[in-house]
């Protein structure tokens, strides 16, 4: 590139128009007479007087020489603008990068709004924890068995009965005209029975009688026929006449056989109508008492000593087949039914230990019972109370209960957080030293029990952890603890 000095020598200046044009190029200014000097572009002239620009003409005229046109200025000075301005630019990514690989902050947590814990090695009890209700082990539920009205109650909620205690009568008009109607009717039958016996055993007499007759007519044809034979031997009497007493003995023989058959099978007969009468009578009275005995049952009982638990009904109201009437239970003889989480429940099963805290007191037990089936996400189990009931325990009354599954030996363990999942990897904040501060640190989180959980690994004995929900600061690796 030449100097700036050359440049400016080398251009040629165009002759100037004559004094009589007066025309002065746009491009051009009038300049002095005076050779031209070498000058930096920076280098301003004062523009010169109408006095000056006089002679200016005059030395163009003459053939003098002027100042030259400066090119390509413009164009360096936008070639500078841009180089600035990639600086710039490159300036400014440069420093953001750099405040992108600067850390933010750690934030500040309050020391009293944390739960610590530390980490300890021993033993630890697995359990589950589920809510529920105390219940009665043993309940009445007494039912209406036909359709009737009330017509006296008793016995009201909250009161003690024993088993033949009246609680409600009911009213059925139907029913006891049944009742009264089978009871004369079985008492018409008896009575027929009794007449019918009577007329058989007369009846009886009367061929007992005519057994008696044929008897005495035997006997004597029985004597005149002996006679006869007698008297034939001794040529006394003809042939003839002891043939006829033969016939005539032969015909009472018959007939006494006859009536003797006649008497057995009317001994026979005179049984199967007695029998007959008989059947129809146990008919008919167990008919009688099984209407006395369902119309007893309008007259409702307790059934079992216990206590009202429930008696909505009103005098007069009607109730129908299957309506629940009362409910009698044992207050104390209670048992817990508690709803255990599906999740948690797999592993219990029966007999294991269990602590019910009914808020007045802890009371040990065991598992009787699991459902079988699952419902809204949780199971059912029973568990019967194995210590006395504490004071003021009442059915329905809401209780905790806490189901024992195993004990563990020699295990590293903490706290439960509330986010942790057994046999599931997580993170916790492990506290400083010196307190002022914890850096989140990834655990693997073993077996699990409602307070505590095993830890695997990232943990050791002695660290100090935060439990207590920390999902504020999820995005930071480190907090500071005032």
């Known amino acids: 590139m030449k100097p700036m000095s050359s440049i400016f020598n080398s251009v040629k ?19 002095n007479q005076t050779p031209p000097t070498h000058q930096t572009p920076a280098t301003k002239q004062t523009p010169p007087t109408n006095q000056a620009m ?11 020489s002027m100042d030259v046109k400066r090119e390509g200025v413009a164009k ?7 180089i600035y301005t990639l600086l710039a630019t490159a300036a400014l990514a440069v420093a953001g990068w750099r405040i992108s690989l600067l850390k933010p902050a750690a934030p500040q947590v309050e020391s009293a709004t944390i739960w610590p814990d530390t980490v300890k090695r ?3 009890v697995r359990d589950v924890r589920g809510t529920g209700t105390l219940i009665p082990e043993d309940i009445q539920w007494i039912q209406a068995a036909f359709d009737s009205q009330v017509h006296k109650i008793l016995a009201r909620s909250g009161d003690d009965v024993r088993p033949e205690s009246v609680l409600l009568v009911l009213a059925n008009p139907q029913m006891e005209a049944e009742v009264v109607d089978y009871q004369w009717q079985t008492k018409q039958a008896e009575a027929n029975l009794v007449d019918l016996r009577v007329r058989l055993q007369s009846q009886a007499f009367d061929q007992q009688a005519v057994v008696s007759t044929s008897q005495g007519e035997l006997k004597q044809a029985e004597i005149n026929k002996d006679k006869e034979e007698q008297l034939f031997k001794a040529q006394l009497e003809p042939e003839m006449n002891v043939r006829l007493t033969e016939a005539k003995w032969e015909q009472a023989r018959s007939k006494h056989s006859m009536e003797q058959q006649k008497l057995g099978i009317m001994k026979d007969s005179a049984q199967a109508q007695i ?31 216990g206590r009202m638990q429930e008696m909505t009904l009103q005098i007069g109201q009607r109730v129908k087949p299957g309506d629940i009437l009362a409910k009698v239970a044992q207050p104390w003889k209670l048992m817990a039914r508690l709803q ?13 230990p269990v602590e019910i805290d009914t808020r007045n007191g802890v009371i040990k037990g065991h598992v009787m019972r699991i459902d079988a089936s699952i419902v809204n996400g949780t199971r059912t189990i029973d568990c019967k109370l194995d210590e006395a009931l504490p004071k003021g325990a009442v059915p329905d009354q809401s ?20 986010f942790a999942q057994p ?19 990834a655990v693997k989180f073993g077996r699990a029990s409602v307070n505590a959980i095993e830890v695997q690994d990232g943990l050791k004995l002695g660290d100090r952890v935060i439990l207590s929900d920390m999902a504020a600061q999820d995005q930071y690796q480190r907090v500071k603890l005032n």
């Open 13 to 31: 200046v165009d002759t100037l128009p004559s004094p009589a044009t007066k025309h002065v190029p746009v491009n051009q200014a009038p300049v």
């Open 54 to 64: 006089e002679p200016t003409w005059l030395g163009s005229m003459a053939g003098g």
């Open 76 to 82: 360096k000075k936008m070639i500078r603008r841009v």
């Open 122 to 124: 021993g033993p630890m």
């Open 275 to 305: 029998d007959a009468q008989q059947v129809q009578v146990e008919k008919l009275r167990a008919t009688y008492v099984l209407k006395k005995k369902l119309y007893e049952e309008l007259t409702i009982r307790a059934g079992i000593s």
């Open 340 to 352: 255990i989480p599906e999740t948690q429940a797999k592993e219990i099963v029966m007999g294991l």
């Open 399 to 418: 209780v905790e209960g806490t189901v024992q599954l195993e004990k563990l030996n020699d295990v590293l363990y903490v706290g439960r957080p509330i």
């Open 423 to 441: 046999n599931s990897p997580g993170t916790l904040f492990r506290i400083d030293p010196d307190g002022k501060g914890a850096e989140r640190v």
